[in-house]
C-alpha cells in the first residue's frame, strides 16, 4: 500500500484532472470481453441493469484418460467407449466399459464432469470433456441513453448528471441511494453512523473511513463509501493483503470504497461534500475502479439528471490551466489541498531538487498562498 501511495503522490502530475460537476455529459463503453450479441438499439432508453450484450465464454476443456483407467492401449479405447462425439454427459455417466475376463471384472470409467464429448485423442487414449459455457452480461451501468452500437461487441451509453471523480477507490460497479452520514466534510465516519436500514446505500462521510465502519457497512449491506480519505493500513486489514500499483475493482469484497482526497486523514473538499448534501436519496452509479498508470481510471460516482437531454459533448478530463482553475496539489507539502490558481508565472524557476521548472501561485482553501512546480497539481474539472 505504501508503494501505491507513492505512486500516486509522483504519478499522478501527468494525469488528467479529476471531474467534480452537478452537470456533466458522461459517456461509457460497454464492451463484452469477445464477440456477442448487442441486444440493444441506438438511441434506446437504458436503465442501469439494463443488459446491453450478452455472450458466452468457452466451458473448460476436461481431459478423462480412459485408456490409464481401463489399462487397455490407446487404440483399444474407441470399441469400449459407451458414448459418442457430440453427446451431452452429466457428472457419473457412464462412459467406457472394458470387456473383462468372460465377460465379467469389467472395468468402467465414470464421468467426472458434465458438458459435451469433444474428441477423442487416439494417441493416448484421452476423452476430451467440454464443460457448459459460462454466460457474460454486460449491463448499461447508469441510467441514460444508447448514442452508438459496437457491433458484436457492446454499445456506448450516455447520460448527463452529477459527476464526482476520485483519487482512489476499491471495488467494482454497484448501485444504491446517497445517504449522508455525517454532519460535516471534516467528520470521520464511524461505525456507529452505519445504519441498520442502510442495505443498497451509498454512505458519504467526510475526513476519514474507519476500518471498523467498513465492516460495519458490509454487515449492513451497503453498497458503497465515499469519504475524503481512508487510511492504508485499514485497506490492507480490509482485503487481507497489500495493493500494488495495477487497475482495483476486481476485489472480492461486497462494496465499493472511494477516497476524494487522499489516504490517512483528509476532509472532504467542501464543495464536493455539497454537491453530495444536494444529491442525497437520488441512485448513484458507482466504480470503485482506479488505475493510476498508463490509460488512467478514476473512481467515480454518477448520479443521472432525470428528464435531462445532452446539451454538449462529453469531455476528455483534461482541463486548461489559468487565472481562477481550481487544482488539487498531489505532492507534499501540501498533498491534497485544493486551491485555486492566481498566478502563471511564464519564466522557469529552480525548485528545492534544483531543477528549474514552470511553477503556479494559488491560494490555499484557507486563504494561504503558495507557489508550487505546475506538474505537482491537477486540475478539477467542474
Not at 452537478?22 to 432508453?45: I, S
Request: aromatic share 4%; proline share 5%.
Amino acid at each position: 500500500m505504501h508503494r501505491l501511495l507513492r505512486t500516486i503522490r509522483l504519478g499522478t502530475a501527468y494525469t488528467p484532472g479529476l471531474t467534480i460537476s452537478a452537470d456533466h455529459v458522461v459517456r461509457r463503453t460497454r464492451r463484452l470481453p469477445l464477440k456477442g450479441d448487442v441486444l440493444v438499439q441506438l438511441n434506446q432508453e437504458v436503465e442501469p441493469t439494463t443488459v446491453v450484450a450478452r455472450t458466452e465464454l468457452p466451458g473448460i476443456l476436461q481431459s478423462v484418460k480412459v485408456a490409464e483407467k481401463l489399462s487397455v492401449e490407446p487404440g483399444d479405447v474407441p470399441e469400449l467407449l459407451t458414448v459418442r462425439i457430440g453427446d451431452s454427459v452429466e457428472e457419473g455417466v457412464l462412459l467406457a466399459e472394458s470387456k473383462g475376463l468372460f465377460g465379467l471384472f469389467k472395468g468402467h470409467v465414470y464421468s467426472e464432469y458434465a458438458g459435451t464429448i469433444e474428441t477423442l485423442t487416439e494417441r493416448s487414449g484421452h476423452l476430451l470433456i467440454r464443460e457448459p459455457p459460462t454466460p457474460v452480461e454486460v449491463s448499461a451501468y447508469m441510467k441514460g441513453k444508447v448514442v452508438e452500437i459496437l457491433p458484436e461487441e457492446g454499445a456506448i451509453i450516455e447520460t448527463r448528471g452529477a459527476m464526482i471523480q476520485g483519487i482512489f477507490g476499491i471495488g467494482g460497479e454497484r448501485l444504491g441511494a446517497i445517504r449522508i452520514a455525517v454532519e460535516s466534510p471534516d467528520e470521520t465516519l464511524e461505525a456507529s453512523h452505519v445504519r441498520e436500514d442502510d442495505k443498497e446505500k451509498v454512505l458519504i462521510g467526510g475526513a476519514c473511513v474507519t476500518f471498523d465502519a467498513i465492516k460495519a457497512a458490509e454487515k449492513a449491506g451497503v453498497v458503497g463509501l465515499v469519504a475524503g480519505a481512508v487510511r492504508d493500513m485499514d485497506l490492507v486489514k480490509y482485503l487481507g493483503y497489500d495493493i500494488g500499483v495495477a487497475i482495483t475493482g476486481q476485489e472480492a469484497i461486497p462494496l465499493s470504497l472511494i477516497a476524494t482526497e487522499g489516504f490517512g486523514r483528509l476532509a472532504m473538499a467542501s464543495h464536493t461534500f455539497e454537491l453530495f448534501k444536494s444529491l442525497e436519496g437520488k441512485q448513484a452509479s458507482i466504480n470503485g475502479a482506479t488505475q493510476i498508470r498508463a490509460g488512467v481510471i478514476r473512481p467515480e460516482v454518477i448520479v443521472p439528471i432525470e428528464g435531462a437531454a445532452s446539451r454538449e459533448k462529453p469531455t476528455d478530463g483534461y482541463g486548461t490551466l489559468e487565472i481562477g482553475t481550481t487544482v488539487r496539489i498531489i505532492r507534499e507539502p501540501y498533498f491534497g489541498r485544493l486551491a485555486e490558481v492566481t498566478e502563471l508565472p511564464p519564466e522557469l524557476q529552480r525548485v528545492e531538487s534544483g531543477s528549474s521548472v514552470r511553477v503556479l501561485k494559488a491560494k490555499l482553501e484557507g486563504g494561504e498562498e503558495v507557489t508550487v512546480p505546475r506538474a505537482n497539481v491537477e486540475i478539477i474539472a467542474t
